[in-house]
């Protein structure tokens, strides 16, 4: 596939299978990368930069074309506000709904659990990959002191139908920042949209401790 110069949104129509999500903290604000992969691994450009004040509430991120912020490419929102098992909507860069999202606050309580709506109505279930690095990290949460120093334990999303195929994995890769390597399989002969995949990667760095 064709990829965008740097700082050119990808069209929705080009459908990726494969991109690369950086957060990048600094003291007031958590920024989010979208890039594109290249076939050996390289990044080829910025599809999507999104910021979230720290400390703020996180029911909308909009995702923008580049850093200044001047083009919306897409985002998601809460229906409701202050609600740990809310439902999100993806939407376009004209507001309209294409996706949608929210955690299982109840399964989550063992291993962290999702449910992404995809066009066509179906609901794909993503759980963390690795069973016992989702305990592990509950655990590491409630030591006293240690519960206060980051997770050192990598952890990975995978999201299926109920028919077995997979749509979305996020793989965390060890790095000094969070960095995000997303796949998007084809099903049916087509990945999803890249934007739902996206969101739905970011949400997984922003909303995990909600």
């Known amino acids: ?24 903290v600094t003291m007031m ?3 989010y990368e979208v890039h594109g992969v290249g076939p050996d ?3 080829v450009g910025l599809w999507a930069f ?8 996180k029911e909308q991120v909009t995702f923008f074309a580049d850093a200044g912020k001047s083009q919306p490419v897409f985002g998601f929102k809460a229906r409701t506000r202050m609600d740990l098992g809310a439902t999100y909507d993806v939407t376009d860069a004209a507001g309209q709904p294409i996706g949608e999202f929210r955690k ?3 399964k989550s309580l063992l291993r962290s659990t999702w449910h992404l709506t995809i066009p066509g109505g179906r609901v794909a279930l993503g759980q963390e990959r690795n069973h016992t690095v989702a305990i592990v990290r509950r655990v590491w949460d409630f030591i006293p002191v240690v519960g206060d120093i980051p997770v050192p334990f990598l952890f990975h999303f995978d999201f299926t139908l109920p028919d077995g195929q997979v749509v979305m994995s996020s793989t965390k890769k060890p790095a000094l920042r969070d960095v995000y390597e997303v796949e998007l399989p084809p099903v049916d002969g087509h990945p999803i949209d890249w934007r739902i995949g996206a969101a739905m990667a970011v949400a997984l ?3 995990q401790s909600r």
Request: hydrophobic residues 30%; charged residues 25%; proline residues 11%.
């Open 41 to 43: 691994g390289t990044e």
């Open 1 to 24: 596939m064709t990829q965008p110069p740097q700082g050119t949104p990808i069209e929705p129509t080009a459908q990726p299978t494969r991109f690369r999500v950086r957060q990048r």
């Open 104 to 106: 299982d606050f109840g």
């Open 29 to 31: 604000v958590n920024r």
């Open 50 to 57: 999104a910021e979230q004040k720290r400390m703020a509430f």
């Open 205 to 207: 760095d922003a909303l």
